[in-house]
């Protein structure tokens, strides 16, 4: 018998420790220092942060599985609220390196075609070759692209979009959000869980609902969002395994971090969104959790609140126990 083959993340962990040998530690943490630093700035579209292999293999050891969790934590969340339906094809704009192809794989069985558009070729080409690791990936497109305005994109079951907005202008973030509305069935945003990463999700989120998708997660509706602008954002959180490289660069000991992520997963499918979802980390006291839940219903506008489950509730209580940061609520 055939051993069963690893997880996604697995694979994809292996295959990337492979990236850096031969490169000095020291080389590969000043290049994530450098990256990151452009990351955090602002980036004109035509100026490929990625410039070669080494800079692409650096910050693919180092970023790539905090965007593949992020990204498989958000499609999770969306297959939920559209159960039975698997997309036949799938484009990854401004993909890289391909980590929301690895997590699409992941999240959904059977064979599609998939494609992933980048401006910087050696990311591509690297992201090819990582590839090679899990046969899922093996009919994989590659190919490159300008990210933003004049972009077309051909009809296609899901888009995804992973923590490419940041680097756009105003103008060239409407133009890809339009560009997957018009070809998509299904498209799924996500970008950092920071304050400017929330901001420019509710900005997608609101051209997306104004093409006619309807919102399938995280929210429980597609009605404006009921955070105040400026008060809080609405973000996520998931764990990840740290890298060797990942402890060099922030000299950390533990062998895990936590990546926050924002994200909008919306579909002209029919869709049944969460009845509310857990917006922040539960708090387990003595005898009781409390929730901090986005919920809405026929009766109320969408509304944040908080909810308190004690040990009275039976089940629901051992469930409230089990419940985390970004799942719906109540279980199902």
Not at 207 to 225: D, E, I, K, Q, W
Not at 236 to 262: M, N, P, T
């Amino acid at each position: 018998m055939n051993a069963p083959a690893p997880p996604a993340a697995d694979t994809l962990r292996t295959a990337l420790a492979g990236l850096l040998d031969g490169m000095p530690p020291r080389q590969a943490a000043q290049a994530v220092e450098r990256l990151i630093g452009h990351y955090r700035g602002a980036t004109p579209t035509d100026a490929p942060i990625l410039r070669d292999r080494a800079d692409v293999a650096a910050y693919a050891a180092y970023r790539m599985p905090a965007t593949f969790e992020a990204v498989r934590a958000a499609l999770t969340a969306f297959a939920a609220a559209v159960p039975g339906w698997t997309p036949a094809s799938h484009t990854d704009l401004g993909g890289g390196t391909g980590a929301a192809t690895w997590a699409t794989a992941a999240t959904w069985d059977g064979e599609r075609t998939s494609t992933v558009l980048d401006w910087a070729e050696p990311a591509l080409a690297l992201g090819r070759e990582l590839a090679a690791a899990d046969p899922a990936l093996a009919a994989v497109r590659w190919q490159r692209a300008r990210i933003g305005t004049g972009l077309a994109l051909d009809p296609v079951d899901l888009v995804t979009v992973s923590y490419v907005l940041n680097e756009l202008t105003a103008a060239d973030r409407a133009a890809l959000v339009d560009a997957a509305a018009s070809a998509a069935r299904a498209v799924v945003i996500v970008e950092p869980g920071t304050p400017d990463g929330y901001a420019r999700i509710i900005e997608a989120r609101d051209r997306l609902t104004g093409a006619g998708f309807r919102v399938a997660a995280p929210c429980p509706h597609s009605a404006a969002c009921p955070i105040a602008p400026g008060t809080d954002w609405c973000h996520f959180s998931a764990r990840v395994s740290r890298s060797s490289l990942h402890r060099q660069i922030k000299g950390g000991s533990l062998a895990y971090e936590d990546e926050k992520f924002a994200y909008v997963a919306a579909t002209r499918l029919p869709a049944a969104p969460a009845p509310a979802r857990v917006v922040r980390r539960p708090q387990i006291r003595k005898g009781q959790v409390l929730l901090d839940l986005c919920e809405t219903d026929e009766a109320t506008a969408p509304a944040l609140h908080r909810t308190t489950v004690t040990k009275r509730h039976g089940d629901l209580y051992r469930a409230a126990r089990d419940t985390d940061w970004g799942d719906p609520w109540p279980p199902a």
